[in-house]
């Protein structure tokens, strides 16, 4: 499979392997990533990856995986379970 022939989308990417290993120490993968956000030196990008089998041999699919769970409190973030009951503002114990 060629490189060209792999279409990339913004965060994700793809790792062929290497058949032109030039000495034991030359990478088993090689690949290209294309990043859907600026990244500074020293930033951490995570990734997840799937191995697929394809007619021009095995490759691992990769991708940012850069979901983050919505904070529990903030401007935006609205309660699922919203309380039905009325606080009348009396306190109902001493």
Not at 18 to 45: C, F, M, Q
Not at 56 to 78: F, M, Y
Request: proline share 10%; hydrophobic share 25%; net charge positive.
């Amino acid at each position: 499979m060629d490189r060209q022939d792999i279409e990339r989308k913004l965060g994700t990417g793809v790792l062929l392997s290497n058949r032109n290993k030039k000495s034991p120490s030359s990478p088993d993968w090689r690949g290209e990533l294309k990043v859907s956000e600026h990244y500074a030196p020293g930033d951490t990008i995570k990734l997840a990856a799937w191995t697929k089998d394809t007619k021009g041999g095995a490759l691992i699919s990769i991708k940012e995986d850069t979901w983050v769970p919505p904070e529990s409190t903030g401007p935006g973030n609205v309660n699922p379970f919203p309380s039905k009951r009325k606080d009348d503002g009396d306190i109902p114990f001493n």
